[in-house]
């Protein structure tokens, strides 16, 4: 004899992270200023760090000089702490809990969705752990770059000597890139500006070619405090005049 199966909750619990929903209540606000945070300002500070860093590609005295003229603009820490690292802390912290409280289903769906939720929530991660060691070893210790700009490329390069920063230094500058350029995308999509599947796969295309741009010319940057025989031993202070020594002059000889 056949039996019916048990009918479902009306009011299950789900586990996850649900869908934006307008009626959701503060967590439709506080995810869409996530989103939006990950763009403006956090998305701008990157590409100009990193056009920032390409710098050092021209040596220490030209990185230098962009350190310098970076700490000089009017109102710099109001502008670091309102545009950068409060924002920053928000857009992390924020999205350290949504992938904590979210699960990913790569196992049973295995569409291109899903690994683009699950990398991205991985990629996430790799970002926030890199950055709190960036932050705090290349502004709050050590030389303080800010009254030091000559110090710069001399300091990220003695930093990079040590293979394993310069293996966690490679994979966050790919990771961070790829969170970047996955999160236009994903706020595109979530915040209505390309609208249907035809849209979304020309702008996913649009971002990859970004996302890869990006991450050369980071990479490109590393390349150039470590790799680049023509600055390696980069003195400790760029703006230091150099002395040259004059060989001495040769006596005439006795007559």
């Excluded at 945070?37 to 701008?44: F, N, T, V």
């Excluded at 000089?72 to 820490?77: D, N, T």
């Excluded at 790569?106 to 991985?122: D, E, H, K, S």
Aim: glycine share 8%; proline share 8%.
């Amino acid at each position: 004899m056949a039996t019916s199966a048990p009918p479902v909750p009306s009011h299950a619990a789900v586990r996850g992270v649900q869908p934006l929903r307008p009626d959701a209540g503060h967590s439709f606000l506080w995810r869409k200023l996530h989103s939006l945070s990950g763009l403006i300002p956090i998305g701008a500070f990157l590409i100009e760090h990193i056009l920032s860093n390409v710098e050092a590609l021209n040596g220490p005295l030209a990185y230098a000089q962009q350190v310098r003229l970076l700490n000089s603009l009017p109102l710099v820490r109001v502008l670091e702490w309102a545009f950068i690292f409060i924002p920053l802390a928000f857009h992390a912290l924020y999205g350290l809990d949504i992938a904590l409280r979210g699960r990913a289903t790569v196992n049973i769906y295995p569409w291109a969705g899903n690994w683009g939720y699950l990398t991205q929530r991985v990629t996430g991660l790799i970002a926030f752990c890199y950055i709190i060691q960036h932050v705090w070893r290349q502004r709050f210790s050590g030389v303080m770059l800010p009254e030091h700009p000559g110090a710069a490329f001399a300091k990220v390069q003695h930093e990079l000597h040590n293979p394993w920063m310069l293996a966690l230094y490679i994979v966050a500058m790919v990771a961070t890139c790829w969170h970047f350029s996955y999160g236009i995308w994903l706020f595109a999509a979530k915040w209505g500006i390309t609208p249907g599947t035809r849209a979304r796969k020309r702008f996913g295309q649009l971002c990859a070619v970004f996302g890869t741009a990006l991450c050369i010319m980071g990479l490109a940057s590393i390349y150039a405090f470590v790799g680049n025989p023509k600055y390696a031993n980069a003195p400790d202070d760029a703006f230091a005049p150099t002395t040259i020594t004059q060989p001495a002059p040769i006596a005439p000889p006795a007559q």
